[in-house]
């Protein structure tokens, strides 16, 4: 773990103006306009975004083609894309805490939390895209003695990425290490109120050897710039994260322009099961309160319901909410912060909003419900704990995407799967339970791409992560994500 004097130099560093990088050159956005960077920290301007549009989404775009036509990238030998995508990995590494602290004064996650999940995860997953794509092989058919069919995995082309501004970094690495490690070319869109941290990386990455034109960064307000990359007909592949609404408009622009392939990471409403038979229940309420509360709640796959087995459904709402008013909010550069800041003014009023609608629906208010350290100049909310939420309650059937849990009873198993089903999403839950039989029942009954059993997170690269139902389609991580970013070609040959 880092010292807390070298994070506190790395906060006093100005962050200069911010450009485009388009074909291994920064540049001004066309309009010459520009957006301010409020850091949640203290509510005061960070730096300035280049306000990108569609002339500069057009630019890098053509790019990123000329760079795939020409070969450079996409017709480089695997060994090559893999030297090239170490040192990326590596020089993430090396810039760690520079990388983590740039993204914390951007967005707000503790540091503690950051580190890991920032430059650690993104150094990760370069690594093991680069490992992995020397071992990736074509297929021969079995066909009969006088056919050859062989099966060629190729890269698409041109590969449009739209990433959230929770865990930028972490998010962008899965998606832009298996593009670029497959042969791909990239323009990547990162969020308005959090790019910073893939500016910084898209300069590692031309340090490390990616040829220009490879990796490029429009940045902008999403209605425009990401309307821009949606639309854009020479654009093969669109990898996409955040809300459901965004992404009806992504599919809506691939049906106006060239059908592209859109993959949707769409968030959810995830379900934190807990029964009686639990193995330790004093560990469950602790990781059931930091699987809500890390990152103030702004994760892709919280466990924002909790469903508790009636029997010990009290005393178990009692220990939860325990732990979230002991948990301490606070600036998140300083290590011993175990919650931050909300990413922005306008997603901390919307989560206090959530929290006075659960209140005037019924929902028993255990802990929180307010702003706090508002003297900062910050945007932090206290941890918010409801219980006897009913799954008609717009708290068990909205993602808040805050800092706010809801706790709802439940009977027996069935009524367990059928509170956890009740939702429109279906992206991670959770099972505890000392039942192994339970367990493998609850895993194929819980309609979610990833069920945690006695624990919540910390699935590895090595797992896919993807939604089922309205919380979208296709995979990150893992081997399977190359699939979103090869084509397959068969080769019929007659003998």
Not at 322 to 346: F, H, R, T
Not at 363 to 386: D, H, I, K, N, Q
Not at 428 to 448: E, G, I, Y
């Amino acid at each position: 773990m880092s010292d807390q004097s070298a994070i506190d130099r790395l906060r006093a560093v100005p962050v200069p103006p911010q450009k485009l990088f388009i074909a291994g050159q920064w540049s001004e956005a066309a309009s010459g306009g520009a957006l301010d960077v409020i850091s949640p920290i203290d509510g005061a301007k960070l730096t300035t975004l280049a306000e990108g549009e569609a002339a500069d989404i057009d630019r890098a775009v053509a790019a990123a083609r000329r760079s795939f036509d020409a070969g450079v990238w996409s017709r480089a030998a695997p060994a090559e894309r893999k030297r090239v995508l170490l040192r990326i990995a590596e020089l993430i590494g090396k810039h760690a805490l520079e990388l983590a602290v740039l993204g914390v004064r951007d967005n707000g996650t503790e540091i503690s939390m950051a580190l890991k999940a920032e430059p650690g995860s993104a150094a990760g997953t370069f690594r093991y895209y680069g490992e992995a794509i020397d071992k990736v092989y074509g297929e021969i058919a079995p066909t009969a003695e006088n056919v050859l069919g062989l099966i060629h995995r190729e890269p698409v082309g041109v590969v449009g990425v739209i990433v959230p501004w929770n865990f930028p970094l972490m998010i962008g690495a899965w998606k832009i290490a298996p593009a670029l490690a497959a042969g791909n070319s990239v323009v990547l869109k990162p969020a308005e109120v959090a790019s910073l941290s893939l500016l910084r990386l898209a300069e590692l990455c031309a340090e490390a050897g990616l040829p220009d034109g490879v990796l490029n960064v429009v940045t902008g307000r999403g209605a425009v710039v990401g309307e821009a990359l949606g639309l854009h007909n020479d654009v093969d592949v669109l990898a996409f994260t955040g809300s459901g609404m965004v992404g009806r408009k992504l599919l809506e622009y691939s049906a106006r322009s060239n059908l592209k392939r859109v993959y949707l990471e769409l968030g959810g409403k995830s379900p934190n099961i807990v029964f009686a038979d639990a193995p330790d229940l004093d560990q469950a309420a602790k990781v059931s309160a930091f699987g809500i509360f890390r990152n103030s709640g702004q994760v892709c796959v919280a466990g924002s319901r909790l469903l508790v087995e009636r029997s010990i459904h009290k005393a178990f709402a009692a220990k939860v909410a325990e732990i979230a008013a002991s948990m301490k909010v606070g600036d998140p550069l300083d290590l011993s912060s175990q919650a931050g800041a909300v990413s922005s003014a306008d997603q901390l009023a919307k989560d206090l909003r959530y929290a006075e609608a659960a209140a005037a629906e019924g929902a028993e208010l255990l802990t929180g419900g307010r702003r706090v350290l508002e003297e900062t100049g910050g945007y932090y909310m206290a941890p918010t704990v409801f219980d006897n939420v009913s799954s008609s309650m717009a708290l068990a059937n909205e993602e808040v995407f805050g800092p706010v849990l809801g706790i709802i009873p439940f009977d027996d198993e069935a009524d367990a799967v059928r509170i956890a089903n009740s939702t429109v999403y279906g992206l991670a839950s959770a099972v505890w339970t000392s039942n192994l039989s339970k367990a493998h029942r609850m895993v194929r009954a819980v309609k979610a791409g990833v069920v945690h059993v006695n624990t919540y997170g910390g699935a590895d690269i090595t797992v896919p992560l993807g939604g089922h139902r309205q919380s979208g389609n296709g995979h990150d991580k893992s081997l399977h994500a190359l699939d979103k970013y090869t084509d397959l070609k068969t080769a019929w040959i007659q003998l």
